[in-house]
């Protein structure tokens, strides 16, 4: 497998140091230029690895601030501390996510009854659009797993505006794809082009913004969507409460459970005596292969360090992230808690959601422990980003790693 992101937590340290002396003014000028996937990045190419906590959100934000002061580097730290706001506002409304799963089992069902929509959606796909910047960037989107952040803006608006495409089955093709991709930014990305996460206000992709921005890569000969007509508004749920911190009994017999929403839990403050360690291979969905891969190089180089740390043999639990084998290992194990990292709305949260109760059945506690960064941030998502800056400060004042 070859891709130049960082597959461990060593060599997404080492880009953290890499790209520090780029997370100023240089990254401010030129972060929304694309090179495309031959060209020299204008990223800082971490949001796989800190996606999946390789390395922190904390760990990237301070060594820029530290390089470049906070206002040197606020714009390197306000992109990432966007995910953890997609996050925060995702998991106060849930079923925004279930809403976007059921919507796209119905549309890919509809898609046999509609031929023309099938053809452009095919189109889209396989990039034969005649759109030569979108035909590129799916291209490059499905070998690669990536593409700028920029660029994902142009390429939903395409989507939905020019080619007339359902922004459900856009957002699929992007989480099937994208090494980076989470529940959250993914739908709520999606949901903002078209007018429905800021209602009203879309993005229209523009051919001479796109020829500028890709160093003249692309022509766009072809003619785009002069107009960005909002989706139909839709009801947005009040935003709920969020589930309260859960706290592990230091004295009980406890095992870890590692999965690929954080594969750094050994740099955890980890309570209590940990007796057995064990993951599950990625369950987030039908990835790509490509995708399933480097998920697994991030899961397997977790594993190896918790084990290392620990000084105790890793397991693995079934490939379906099955409840009998967890069962089998916590009674195998003698365990009365195991312990993993908390899991925001998505299909790993789903999986714990029904692992918790039949594992109390056994008398076994699954305790999720939630990182200090997403514990403070979340509450302030409840409205727009702006609103959410306010936040960052209490962000940057902790310690990486510290639990909530």
Known sequence: MHTRFPLSRDAALARITEFTPLAGRAYASRRNHDGGPDGRATTSLLSPAIRRRLVSESEAAAAAIAAHGFTGAEKFVQEICWRTYWVGWLQQRPEIFSRWQADVVRMEAMLADDGKWQRRYQEALTGNTGIDCFDAWVHE?????????????SFASIWCFTLRLPWQLGAAFFYKHLLDA???SNTLGWRWVVGLQTPGKTYL??????????????????KLASDAPPWPADDVPQASPIARVQRADPTARTG????????????????GTIVALAATPDISGTPAPLKHQVAMAMLNDGLGRAATRLGIEPERVDATFGV????????RHRLTQIITGDAPVGPVKDR?????????ADGVQLVRLRRAWDDVAWPHAKKGFFPFKAAIPKLLALPPGALA
């Not at 009998?324 to 009674?331: F, H, K, Q, Y």
């Open 141 to 153: 989107l499905t070998e690669t797993g990536w593409l700028h952040n920029h660029v994902r803006m």
């Open 182 to 184: 989470c529940p959250a």
């Open 205 to 222: 992709a523009r051919a001479d913004l796109i020829r500028d921005l890709s160093g003249g890569r692309f022509r766009v000969d072809a």
């Open 256 to 271: 870890l459970f590692v999965t690929t929403e954080d594969t750094s839990l050994e740099q955890l403050a980890l309570p």
């Open 324 to 331: 009998d084998a967890m069962r089998d290992w916590a009674a």
């Open 352 to 360: 714990l959601d029904v692992l918790a109760p039949a594992l109390a």
